[in-house]
């Protein structure tokens, strides 16, 4: 059965293009959001292998989702895929309970080999 | 595919500063800043394409806030804006501005096909295009200078450049009276006209203090 993946970013260009890459490996996308509050109610609702998250995004950004996930199921397997690569963001990120960080923008391989990397 | 390290930089030129409170030293670093800045920006041109992607060496300026109309209306008729407003330790906003054309064109090196038109996906990815150059400049200065930036989800207007400093108007007011503006060129390898735009950073009055001070002992 083909994991599952919540694609979490303000810009539909985004969603979509992320959604390609990972709908081309096989991935299946049960939900998107465009803020963090929606990521953070969808992951509740559909558990999702494999969360892509955005830092910034209205309502609430993408660093108080992921801590707001993980608080709920400290096993969620969140990648952070986001412009800013400043080395604090990164960490940040990280220390809230992101897996791994990508900087927009990518090659879907450079995309892929984060994912392999998140779900272990 | 040809990656980020083919980036490669053109003639040099001369700037247009008038200093406004700016040390000789202190322009030179800001001048170092905008070019790392420009260099990744150009990664980004080059991985969002799949293209090799040349640069010019980018033009930096300190301008009076009052300039603007005149600097903006120089570049076209007709203009693509992305808004972008400030936060963590600096406060303020930043514009990347393209002609149309150029807007027109960037967008179709997003998406992969030749665009003549706006949709909802069209805009997104002009929007996220320059996000993504405008989040190159900032992460250079915020490494740089050692400090936590962020931004706000961008805003974009397509307009002429009344109507753009217009709608700007209360992005710039939260800026302050100098506005640093970096204006640069690139040149992708399979295409024969230079993408050329410029990036705008209105720090507020305290921030453009904070980035003074910063690159006046750096």
């Given at each position: ?6 694609i979490c970013?303000?810009?539909?260009f985004?969603?979509s ?5 990972l ?9 998107e959001?465009?803020t ?9 609702a559909l ?6 998250m955005?830092?910034?995004m209205p309502d609430m950004g993408g660093?108080?989702a992921v801590?707001?996930?993980?608080a ?8 952070m ?7 604090s963001?990164?960490?940040e ?5 992101a897996?791994?960080?990508?900087v927009?923008p990518?090659?879907?391989?450079r995309?892929l080999?984060?994912v ?5 | 595919m040809?990656g980020?390290?083919?980036t490669?930089r ?5 700037d247009l500063h008038?200093g ?8 030179d670093?800001l001048?170092?800043?905008a ?5 990744h920006a150009?990664?980004a ?7 090799r992607?040349m640069?010019?060496v980018?033009l930096?300026?300190?301008l009076a ?7 903006v209306?120089a570049?076209s008729e007709?203009i693509?804006s992305?808004v972008?407003q400030l936060?963590?330790?600096?406060a303020?906003?930043?514009l990347?501005l393209l002609p ?11 998406m992969g096909r030749r ?10 990815a002009?929007k996220?295009a320059g996000?993504?150059i405008?989040?190159a ?5 915020a ?11 961008p ?8 109507r753009i400093?217009?709608?700007a108007?209360?992005?710039l007011a939260?800026g302050?009276e100098s506005?640093?503006?970096v204006?640069?060129e690139?040149?992708?390898?399979n295409d024969?006209?230079p993408l050329?735009?410029?990036?705008l ?9 904070r980035?003074?001070?910063?690159v006046?002992?750096?």
């Open positions: 059965m083909a994991q599952t993946v919540l970013d303000d810009a539909i985004m969603r293009m992320v959604g390609k890459i709908t081309g490996a096989g991935f299946q996308i049960v939900g959001a465009e963090g509050r929606q990521a953070v109610e969808r992951y509740k558990r999702p292998d494999l969360v892509t955005d830092i910034v660093i108080e801590k707001e996930i993980t709920y199921d400290p096993t969620a397997r969140i990648l895929c986001s412009a800013m690569g400043q080395q963001l990164v960490v990120a990280i220390q809230a309970g897996k791994d960080f990508v927009k990518f090659q879907p391989s995309m080999e984060a392999q990397r998140v779900l272990g | 040809e980020p390290s083919h490669e053109q003639q040099s030129a001369p008038d406004r409170g700016f040390s000789r030293e202190a322009l670093a001048r170092e800043v070019s790392i800045g420009a260099g150009a990664t041109l080059s991985e969002m394409s799949g293209q992607t640069i010019s980018p930096v300026a300190v806030r009052t300039a603007l109309p005149e600097r209306s570049l007709r693509a992305v972008i936060d963590g330790d600096l303020g906003s930043t990347f149309y054309n150029v807007a027109l064109r960037l967008t179709g090196f997003m665009v003549s038109g706006w949709g909802e996906l069209e805009e997104s002009l996220e996000n993504i405008s989040a400049y900032l992460n250079a200065i490494e740089f200078l050692h400090i936590r930036l962020l931004n706000a989800p805003s974009l207007v397509m307009d002429s450049p009344d400093l217009g709608d108007e209360v992005a939260q302050g506005v640093i503006c204006e640069s690139f040149r992708l390898a024969t006209l050329h735009g410029l990036f950073m209105l720090p507020d009055a305290q921030s453009l203090r980035m003074l001070a910063a006046n002992v750096a």
